[in-house]
């Protein structure tokens, strides 16, 4: 755990998404949960003495499973974008159960925890932007970016933004739920005005960041855009296998993840496709 500015805590260590929270009078808000159960519950007892008061509200970026799967062991209600709690909402027993299995493959010692887990929906939900009072005002905005729902926290008087993956610094973003990368784009675009250039950015992977972060995730988002065009063009959908490759390098990959990145470098590619197919 980091305070990065004045009663802003965030920690970039869990297997998962990146995580943080903000100290207000009372208590805290904590913006996205770690995904294993175990994690949760630690990260709540540290913020819990950090801030000398319990947590009000626990903000989610985005409905993720990887952020939604424990988020609802804070016992507190779970404030998202409607998008994401209609994305959330949609998910089945099934596919759940396939998020379950897939942790517990990489964390066995989680599994029983995992299998236990319940899965909570938002149950406070906003379209544009939504100011909780609750101990201080932290206003939650909807942004265009990585997910449908997608939203982040800017807290101006420290100048830091809690981004969630609508930026990730040094890794592959996760283009799989994007429902615009053309705004996504523009989102990222905007994070490079002057006003953020001394902003501290905690991504939703990645390390700790600035705005200088957006470009090299701008150009990748650019790329895939014109190699989807050219698959599109060209309907050869299923014959991505170059395009994995090439973009491959572009970001760091540990040796023991290069298989689910590529799936979901693919993954992301065939969303940019059916983007296409849609305009």
């Known amino acids: 755990m980091k305070e990065i500015a004045s009663n802003i805590y965030v920690s970039t260590e869990f297997p998962g998404v990146n995580v943080g929270f903000i ?104 379209t544009r932007d939504l100011t909780l009072h609750k101990g201080g005002d932290v206003t939650v905005r909807h942004v265009a970016g990585a997910a449908p729902g997608s939203a982040w926290v800017y807290l101006p008087d420290q100048d830091v933004l809690f981004a969630g993956d609508t930026v990730v610094s040094d890794t592959h973003p996760f283009m799989l739920a994007a429902p615009d990368s053309k705004e996504w784009l523009n989102t990222l675009r905007a994070l490079r005005r002057a006003r953020f250039a001394k902003t501290t950015i905690l991504p939703g992977h990645g390390p700790l960041c600035d705005q200088a972060a957006t470009r090299p995730l701008s150009d990748y988002i650019a790329l895939a855009r014109r190699r989807a065009r050219s698959l599109h063009a060209e309907k050869a959908r299923t014959d991505t296998g170059a395009v994995v490759a090439e973009m491959m390098p572009l970001f760091p990959v540990p040796d023991d993840e290069r298989d689910l990145v590529a799936r979901r470098i693919k993954a992301g590619l065939d969303r940019l496709v059916e983007e296409l197919e849609t305009d």
């Open 23 to 126: 100290v207000v009078p009372g208590g805290a808000i904590a913006v996205d949960a770690p995904t294993l159960p175990p994690d949760a519950r630690a990260w709540q007892r540290q913020i819990v003495e950090t801030a000398g008061g319990p947590v009000h509200h626990v903000v989610l970026t985005d409905a993720h499973p990887d952020r939604l799967l424990s988020a609802g062991l804070f016992g507190v209600p779970i404030v998202a974008a409607r998008g994401s709690y209609d994305r959330a909402s949609a998910y089945t027993e099934g596919f759940w159960r396939g998020v379950t299995e897939g942790w517990a493959r990489r964390h066995p010692e989680a599994t029983d925890d995992l299998s236990g887990a319940p899965i909570v929906l938002p149950e406070i939900m906003f």
